[in-house]
């Protein structure tokens, strides 16, 4: 996620809706705090924050300022325990979304090998074809290596088919 919000904009991406205000629920304010930021961030980026320096201040203070609590709060947010899974699990839930599964993994290296590599074969712009793809069947993506191995393999894969494809067409 960038690290430059315009006042506009974090009003735009991050303002908390009249049917979201109940959903950061009446906790501890660094866990108020915590899952209304991985609300906000998996609206905006359909993914969680990698880390927690991931997340933009301006965007954590915006945020804090809604919920009224301070935004230095975060900073007891435990990033690695059961409560962040629960958190995520709500938020799954809240957008109807899922964990992407190894057989969701394949069903896109098949949609890359058949409709996207024939017209497609940057690197970058088939990493964001699979980024776009996962937030339209709604699945939540897995790590940013399994998606770079996705994409290699994908393009390995179409390398070799294309090779055999040329050589068979090749008179003896």
Known sequence: MRQSWTPEELVRHFTIQADERDFPGHNAPHNQLGKAVLLK?????????????????????????????????????????RRIKEHRQAIRSWFGFRQASVDDQQAIQDWLLGEVLPNEYRHKHLRQAVYGRLRDQQLEPPTDARVERLVASAIHQYQQQ??????ARLPS
């Open 162 to 167: 294309f090779f055999q494809q040329t050589y």
């Open 41 to 81: 961030f998996f609206q905006y980026e359909a993914r969680f924050p990698r880390t927690k320096n991931e997340i933009p201040q301006a965007v954590v203070t915006f945020i804090a300022h809604q919920l009224y609590v301070s935004p230095s709060a975060l900073t007891d947010y435990q990033w690695d325990g």
